[in-house]
Every structure is written in C-alpha cells, then in structure tokens.
C-alpha cells in the first residue's frame, strides 16, 4: 500500500526540485569551465566546448580591455585620430577543400570581411598565411588563391600581406589558411553583443543552414543528392545598407557561423542579460537543407552559415530594416524571427512549429567533423 | 514541406489536445514511450506543452546509447586502442563515457576512431583499407539490428576478412517486461515504438494488453503521431479497453518485416543475460553473433577487458529508465550532470531522457512550478 506523504513534506521535496530546476537555469548562465585533459573535436564545434576553451585558456591569459569584450573584431582609435579601427583574424581548415557554392580560398576572404562588417566597420585590408601540407598540387592552390583573389576584388579589398610555410606529408590536410583583417569603423554608436535590450526585434537575412549542410554532403561518406549549395558571401555592403538606414537603432550584428543561430543567439543573450523569443515558423530553411536535416537529426538553428547575419534592432525601426535587407541581393529571404524580452535572462526559446515552447540550447559539441 | 508539414498541423494539435483533454477528464495518466525518438520528437516540438497538463509522458528505456553498461564501452575502447584497428561508431557513441574516458577522448589520444551513418559504410572502410582491422561497433535494437545482419551477410558472401562487429544489439520487449515487473511501476499505457515495430510487427506486445491490461499504441515520430497515440491511449482506457493498436500504419505491418528478422535470425542469436544500464541484467535481453559468423565477432577477435563496472553511485539512471522519477529529480542532474560533462549516459545521447530535458526543458519557471504543483496534489 502507498503511504501518502503529508503535505509538509511535499511542500519540501517541491521546494527541492524547484531549487534544483533554478540551478540549472543559473548553471546555463554561468561561466564556462575547462575540464578537458586534451583537445577534442567538439573545442572546434564553435559551440559550448569552444568557449569553455576560449574562457579556460585564452580569454584569461590575454586578458585585455580590447579583447575582453570577446566580440568578432577588437575596435580601437589611433592616439589622437577619431577614426576608429576594427581588427579580426580567422583560420580556415574546412574539408573539401571545394564545395557546392565555394571553395577555402573564397570562405578565407568571406569570412573574415564578415567579422569586421559585424563590428560595423568597412573592410580595407587583409592578410593572408597558408600552412601547405607536402605533396599539395600546386594546380589546386593556384585554384584557390585564383578564387580568394576572385573574391577580393569583388568585395573592394585588397590582400596586402601573407605568409607560407609548408609541413611534412600527413602533418597538415591539403592546406590550412589564415586571413586578418583591418577595417574602418563607420559605425560610432554601441554596436554589439552586450546592446540587446528588451522589445529589440531580430532579424536573420536569409535561410539557416546552407554552409553547414553543404560541406556535410560534399563529404563522400552520405549519398544524400540535394541541389544545397554553401552560401559563403561578404556580407559588408549589406551591413553598409542597414547602418545607413536604420542608424542608431540597429544594436547587434552577428554572423552565425560554426554552432549556427542557436549558438550566436545564446551568446547575445548571455552577453546582454536578456531572454530571446523565436517563432520557429518565421526562420527562414530551404527544403534541402530541412530535408537533410530531417534524414540526419540535426536542428538547421545550429548549423553553420557563411553569408548570413543577424540584426537586432530596435522595435520601431524593424520594418524598414526589414526592407532594406529585402532589397538587397543577399537579404531577399531576410526575415523577422524573434524578439527580445527582459526575462528569463540568459536564455532563447523556441515557439515549436506545432505551438509548443522549448529552450533553444547552444551547440554543445557535435560529433560531425569540421566544417569550417 | 511535403510529407512533414502535415504532420507538424498547430490547429489540428490543438484539436486533438482538446479532446484528450475532455476524454481524460482530468484524470492523471502516464504514459511510457520507449523509444528515443520518442522521446526527442517531445522534446524537440515542445509536445508535453500541447498536450492537457494532466497527462505526464515518461521517458523509457528507449534510447540504445543510454542503456549500455560502461564496461561495454571500455570493451570497445580497448578494442579501438588496438594497433591497426580503425573502429567505426554512431556518432553519438562519442561522446559516451566508460569508466576512464569516451571514444572521443581515444581518438583524441591517437585510437583511428571515425564515425559513420551505416555498417555498410565500415565496411566500405574495410574494403579501402584491406591492410586494415575495420571493426564496427554495432549498438541500438531491432532498429538498426537488421543493417548489421545485412552487412555481416555480405561481408560473408565477399569474403572481406578484416571487418568485424562488436555486437551490443539489444531487444525491446524483455525490457518492457522487466519495467512492468517492477513493484513501483505507476504507468497507465506505453507509446510503441515506430521503428523497432516496423521490424517485429505488433504481436510482440500483446502480452502487455493481455497480463498487464495496459494499452499499446505504436507510433510514429511526428509531432501529431504522438499527440494522436495519447489520444488512442485516453479512449482506450476511457472506454475500459487494453490492447495493442497501431497509429504508425504508413510504415508498421501487423506482421513486421519479414525479410529483415530473417536477416537477423539468421546471423545473431541471442544471449542468455545482458547488463542494461540502470535496469541491471535482463535475460535474453540482447543479441550476439552466431558461431557461424564467428569470424566476423570482434568479442572473440580481440581481448577485451569484459568487466563489469559499477555505476557511478550518484548517478540514478535506472530510475529515470523506469519512469520512476524524473530527470531533474535525479540527485546529480543540472550540477554534477550535464550534456558537457555526464556521468549517466541518460544525459550524453540527445535522445536520452535527460540530455533532452536539459537542452529543450521548459523555459518558464512560473509553469514548472504550476506543473509540479499540479502533480503533486494527484492521488
């Protein structure tokens, strides 16, 4: 027979499990703690694994008020210039090397334009080093070096410096490149991921899930046939159209990269305090991207993105904001996903398809092989 | 989309919570899912948030990751530190840890350890690889089962001698009945599983109907394939019924896949006992190969440590399994216990219980504590 407990003691166990329940919710928020012995594949998900590096490792040891702010770009002003300057770097080990819709060479170029026109800022000047594996064809770098410069011109920036070493056969895969760049800094209001405030609208300029989705495919282990192709763009005259128009208002810009929007999104949130609210229905996926999706069990919201960026803006300016990216050749799927809102602080959720409500967790380490 | 948007209908969901909800009456029902996918699609939709509060879904032994004993992935650790082995996985047995480190740890510690999507693809491996020992490490239930006969079937018919399979297939229903001999089971009906029945067909639960007088409805794993299933589930017993229906018909026969329990039958037996994780050892629970494949079983081509390890004493696993409390219950979920760092496996695959109630619980804290409320003032 069941012995029914009084009412005391479930009152307590409840007042148990509810504290229990509000320290996970504080554990999400928190800090990112370093328990690895060794570096495993998911430090380099872009997810949570990978800030548990960056804040164990790097962000600790190099601490700096530039670098503090652990933004895309570090921005700075020369002594006595009111030019502000935004400085990034970012390294390129993606597999294949060529892909639907890019190549490494086109991702270099792409990516790091991407992470200054996040700061706000116009791309001037990058660098480029390449790691080159013993035995690499040299026809497949002069392809890719064909393409990165390609890629350059089209974007008006200029490779101004570079470095090559080259490492024993079976110590690097093919090629390995870096790329850093300057840029100048036309936005001189607080742009970031610690301005979000509550009743902010966000914005994502395009469909979630084509880089990631394409670079998987290409990989010869899936026979899955889709007409997915990666996305790769430089995305600064798009930033250029919003700052322009929409001024002031715009508060964050965030290219959703490795860990996809979930990812971005959780880091803005964590960064400003405040909760993001999304309706799943309004993110714009493509169907072969949703398909493949489907067939392998991954979420399109933490698949990685090369040409796409995130826009929080203040409420009143989302249409128009929404507007200019429509009228711009990669925003024409832009799309208003989500708002922000004071409460729970730390944390995205997700209004499901089918009308339910779930968290919407960082990518915490998948076990797919790098993508980018 | 097509032939995913139907099925994801919001309207039609509200529809049918409603008429749950007037069937039920408010009367509180649990009911077990025992498949992982299951249990992802409810989380991943939000599905416990559609359907009437009174109604409390419990996550099974239904994800294969999960109910694997840790001396088992020591096993297969060792096997895959073996000089010359590439060792093939699913990728979520990863990040699974054994009692001194995952396979990802191994890999990262220099173990040729890959993961991919099918047997076949290892043994795709083992043919590009003839100087190599690819061993595949073959896990999950009537499931996946199946794609390891047939890929042990052709392995055989081509003579590829450098694969083998470290077999850890497991079957549903001796669990099933080891949970519903469990003196504290408190469940109203099961949701079958889609998959595993589209193999074994629906005769296998009748027994559950029939000695236990409880219902079974198999279903699929679309967001409406659920809600319909509890839907089943309440008219059946609102009407005083038990017996074992079938909401997946697009996919599960009556009599299941024939071609494909040949397949198994005719490349694995079963094995006297299996240690599940957290239910203990449940006779002919699992499945090994026969001594006709002898050849292709890495149990016997490699030294295996094949120790049994304890469960970490904190870790309630088992009674999460059971259905006996929930994940946030559990002494070390949330704190010691998370998706980075897990000690029970219900928190490493996506699948398992716990992971998904993690990643994908409840965002508001006001409704957890209604809920929990709501749950604590049932009889």
Redesign the interface.
Known sequence: MEV?PSSEQ?AA??DA??Q??????Q?RRHKFYL?DE?????HGSGG??TH?LIEGVFAPTFSNPLLDALDDAAVFSLDGSNLQLAFTTDSYVVSPLFFAGGDIGKLAVHGTINDLAMAGAQPLYLSASFILEEGFPIADLRRIVASMQQAANDAGVAIVTGDTKVVQRGKGDGVFINTAGVGLRRARWPLGQTCLQPGDIVLLSGSAGDHGIAIMLARE??DIETDVQSDTAPLHTLVAALLESVGERLHCLKDPTRGGVATALNEMALASEVAIGLDEQAIPVH?GV??AC?I??L?PLTIANEGKLLAVVASEAAEEALAVMRAHPLGREAAMIGSVQAE?PG?V???????????L?ML?????PRIC | ?KF??EY???EL??RIAAEIARLSDGRPLKFMEVCGGHT?TI????????LPRSIDLVHGPGCPVCVLPMGRIDDAIAIARTDGVIFTTF??M??VPGSKGSL??A???GADVR???SPL?ALKLARQHPERQVVFFAIGFETTAPSTAVTLLRAKAEGIKNFSVFCNHVTIIPAIKAILDSPDLRLDGFIGPGHVSMVIGMRPYTFIARDHHKPVVIAGFE??DIIQAVYMLVKQISEGRAEVENQYTRVVRPEGNVRALEAMARTMELRPFFEWRGLGFITHSALKLRSEFADWDAELRYEVPGLRVADPKACQCGEVLKGVIKP??CKV???AC????PIGTCMVS?EGACAAY????????AA??DH??SL?QT?
Do not use: C, Q
């Open positions: 029914k479930e166990r409840l499990v509810l229990k329940i509000e320290r996970v919710r554990a328990r060794r570096i495993t594949l998911s949570k694994a548990n282990a899936l169907p949703r398909g489907e392998l069990g979420d729970p944390l959720f997700l209004r499901t398809e089918i009308g339910g409500m779930r968290v967790d915490v380490g998948d076990p797919l | 989309m995913v948007d994801r209908d919001p969901a509200k992802h989380y991943k939709h939000g599905i416990e948030d559609v990728g979520d990863m990040r990802l740890d890999k990262a510690d993961f991919v999507y693809d967001p409406l946030w219950e979920f949330g704190t998370t998706p980075e760092t996506p993690y990643n994908y619980g409840r965002f508001s804290m957890e504590r929990l409320r604590s009889p």
